[in-house]
C-alpha cells in the first residue's frame, strides 16, 4: 500500500506514539485487503466497549491512549454491558464490573465520540449521502450501511474503526470500492417469513456466503426484519452486503434457503422449548419497533420478566411520544446503553434459559452468557407469555 | 507467494487447526487455551505457538481478545493464515505479533508440531 508523506511521517512515530499505532493498524488492514492507497472516511462506529468482550488489557489500553488521542471524524459507539441508569437493580454485578465499564465509558468520551452506546448508529442518526464512506465495526451495523442504507464499509474490527476514528481514513478496498462482484444468490423459500425467519436466514447466509450475497423471493421486510436479517448474518460469518434482487437468471451459484435449512440452523441455536426471563433487543429496538411493541402490548402483561433494550435515544424519543407507557404497564423492563448480547445483566446463578426472537442474542446467550435459548417469534412471545 | 501483513521475526512449533477461529468466543485470554470443543485444536493452548488457521471469523472486538492474549503473556508468537481478515490483522498488528498469508499450497503443506522459524525482513520469510 503507498503511503503519502504525512502518513509515513506518522507511522514513523512523528505525530506520536498513538497515531503510529493507528497508522500500524491502517498499514496491516490495508495489507491484508489488497488495499492501493487510504482514503477519507466521515464517520467511525466502534466496537470494544463491554468490558465483558475487552476485559483488563482493553480498558487499560483505551485509559492509556485516550490521554493524547481524540477523533478526527464522527465517532459513535457500541452498548457497554449495562445501563449505568438501572444498575442498583442488579445486585449480582460487582463492583470490579461497575469500575472497569465506568473507565471504558470516561475513556471514549475523553477520545470525543458521541457517547451512542448503541448497536443501531443507523436508528439514531439520518445517514448522510449515497456512497458516503464510513467505516463501522458493530457487525449488524456495518451490513445495515452497506446493504440497507447506502454506505461503503468494509466489515471492520474494533481496533481498524478506531484507527480510522483517530485518522479519518480508512485503506481503499474490497466494499468500499464501486464495483463488488456477488458470487452467490441465496433463493428464500419461505411463505410470509416473520423476524425470527429473516434471523435463521441471515445466519444461514452468512455460513454459506463469503463476501456478498444476493438473496431473491423477498418482497420488501418491514425493518424489524431487516435488522434481524442483519444481526443474523453478522454473527455468523464473513459476510458484508446483501442485495435483494428478482433476478436468478444470472451465473452467480444458487442455494435455497428453504423449511429443511431453516430447522437446521433454529435446532443449532434452540436449545430449550421454555425461558426464565424473556429479552427483546439484539439489534436493540428502534422507535418503529416500540411503537409496534406497545400496540402488541395493549391489555396484556407478561407473565416472567422481559428485558427491553433499545438506545438511549431511542429510549427518549419513545417517552416523550408514550410508547414506553404501555410496555411498562405490561411490566416490560426498558434498558440502554448495553444490549442481550453479552450483558451481565443476565444472572446466572438465576436463570438457566432466555427466551428471545433474536438470532443473533440466541447465538452469544447460548456461546458466551452460557444459558440455554428458547427462539421463537415476537407474535409467538407475546401470544404464549403474556396474558 | 508469501504475503507479510504484520512483520517481525520468530521461531516456533506449528500450531494447526482446519477450522476458521473466532478469537472472541473460541479462546480463553487469560490461558490461551480453546475452549470451544467445535474445534481441532480444542483444549490446546496457543501460547508461544506458530499458530496456522484458515481465517477470522465472527466478532469484530475478537481483535482486543488477540491483543489481551499478548498482555497476559499467552499470545501466539506469529499468525499464518490462508486469507486475511480485518480482525486477525488489526489485532496482530496492535499485539506485533507477525503474520503471514499464504497460498493454499502452502497452507497444506505445513505440519502440526513442527518448528517453524520466520523472519518477514529475510528472502526467506518462512523455513
Keep these: 500500500m503507498e503511503l503519502t508523506k504525512e502518513e509515513q511521517e506518522a507511522l514513523d512515530g512523528e505525530m506520536g506514539e498513538t497515531l503510529q499505532t493507528a497508522y500500524r493498524i491502517l498499514l496491516a488492514t490495508g495489507e491484508a485487503t489488497n488495499a492501493e492507497k487510504l482514503i477519507p472516511i466521515k464517520w467511525a462506529h466502534l466496537s470494544g466497549v463491554n468490558y465483558n468482550t475487552i476485559g483488563d488489557a482493553g480498558e487499560e489500553f483505551l485509559r492509556k491512549i485516550s490521554k493524547d488521542a481524540q477523533v478526527k471524524v464522527k465517532a459513535t459507539v457500541n452498548p457497554m454491558g449495562v445501563d449505568f441508569d438501572h444498575i442498583s437493580e442488579f445486585n449480582h454485578i460487582d463492583d470490579e464490573f461497575i469500575e472497569k465499564q465506568k473507565s471504558i465509558r470516561d475513556s471514549y468520551i475523553r477520545m470525543g465520540v458521541e457517547p451512542t452506546f448503541s448497536c443501531t448508529p443507523y436508528d439514531i442518526f439520518d445517514l448522510p449521502e449515497k456512497d458516503t464512506q464510513v467505516s463501522f465495526a458493530e457487525s449488524n451495523a456495518a451490513i445495515f450501511a452497506n446493504s440497507l442504507g447506502g454506505l461503503k464499509t468494509n466489515k471492520e474490527s474494533a481496533f481498524s474503526a478506531l484507527a480510522s476514528a483517530l485518522t479519518g481514513k480508512s485503506p481503499y478496498s474490497d466494499f468500499r470500492k464501486d464495483e463488488i462482484n456477488i458470487p452467490m444468490t441465496i433463493r428464500m423459500k419461505l411463505e410470509h417469513p416473520n423476524e425470527l425467519d429473516f434471523g435463521l436466514l441471515g445466519f444461514f447466509a452468512g455460513k454459506v456466503g463469503d463476501t456478498a450475497v444476493n438473496i431473491s423471493g423477498v418482497s420488501q421486510p418491514n425493518r424489524r426484519s431487516c435488522k434481524a436479517l442483519c444481526g443474523g448474518m453478522g454473527t455468523s460469518g464473513t459476510c458484508a452486503k446483501f442485495q435483494f434482487t428478482d433476478v436468478e437468471n444470472d451465473t452467480s451459484e444458487k442455494v435455497d434457503f428453504g423449511k429443511e435449512e431453516m430447522n437446521k440452523i433454529y435446532d443449532e441455536l434452540n436449545t430449550s422449548d421454555k425461558g426464565d426471563i424473556i429479552t427483546l433487543g439484539s439489534p436493540q429496538l428502534g422507535l418503529g419497533e416500540l411503537s409496534d411493541l406497545s400496540n402488541m402490548l395493549k391489555g396484556k402483561s407478561f407473565q416472567k420478566r422481559c428485558m427491553i433494550f433499545c438506545s438511549r435515544a431511542v429510549q427518549n424519543q419513545a417517552r416523550n411520544l408514550d410508547y414506553t407507557k404501555e410496555i411498562e404497564r405490561a411490566g416490560g423492563e426498558i434498558l440502554s446503553d448495553c444490549c442481550t448480547c453479552l450483558t451481565p445483566l443476565i444472572d446466572t446463578n438465576e436463570t438457566d434459559s432466555v427466551t428471545t426472537n433474536s438470532v443473533k442474542g440466541a447465538y452469544y446467550l447460548k456461546n458466551s452468557t452460557g444459558v440455554d435459548v428458547n427462539l421463537k417469534s415476537l407474535s409467538k412471545i407475546i401470544e404464549e407469555d403474556t396474558k | ?127
Design chain 2, 1 to 127: 507467494m508469501t504475503k507479510v501483513i504484520v512483520q517481525g521475526k520468530a521461531k516456533g512449533l506449528v500450531l494447526k487447526t482446519h477450522n476458521p477461529i473466532n478469537f472472541l468466543g473460541a479462546i480463553d485470554n487469560k490461558t490461551g487455551i480453546v475452549h470451544d470443543q467445535k474445534y481441532d485444536i480444542f483444549e490446546k493452548s496457543v501460547k508461544n505457538s506458530v499458530l496456522v488457521f484458515p481465517h477470522g471469523i465472527g466478532s469484530s472486538v475478537g481483535a482486543y481478545t488477540i491483543y489481551s492474549l499478548k498482555v497476559n503473556g499467552n499470545a501466539p508468537i506469529a499468525m499464518i493464515c490462508q486469507k486475511a481478515d480485518l480482525t486477525v490483522a488489526s489485532g496482530c498488528a496492535l499485539a506485533d505479533i507477525p503474520m503471514l498469508v499464504v497460498t493454499p499450497e502452502k497452507f497444506n503443506s505445513i505440519e502440526n508440531g513442527k518448528e517453524m522459524q520466520i523472519d518477514t525482513r529475510s528472502t526467506e520469510i518462512i523455513n
